[in-house]
């Protein structure tokens, strides 16, 4: 995270989202934020991502496509 808080720079945004945000480590830097949420269910409202990372994320959900359409409306 902290690596990519720096390449996005102020102009940009990182959002850490995941259900159990123990194992996220808090980031020094003032454009991260960690969201406790279910990505199945968050709402992004009109938010949309230039770019999305999951490690081992997708293949554990069913549905991982409409997960996706919500981020990329493409």
Avoid: Q
Avoid at 7 to 23: H, L, P, Q
Avoid at 25 to 38: A, C, F, L, Q
């Amino acid at each position: 995270m902290n690596w990519l808080s720096k390449k996005v720079g102020s102009c940009g945004k990182v959002v850490a989202i995941d259900t159990n945000t123990r194992f996220l480590p808090s980031s020094p830097h003032s454009n991260t934020v960690i969201v406790k949420e279910d990505i199945r269910h968050m709402d992004v409202g009109g938010d949309r991502f230039h770019l999305i990372h999951g490690r081992y994320v997708l293949l554990h959900i069913p549905e991982f496509e409409s997960v996706l359409k919500k981020c990329f409306p493409f």
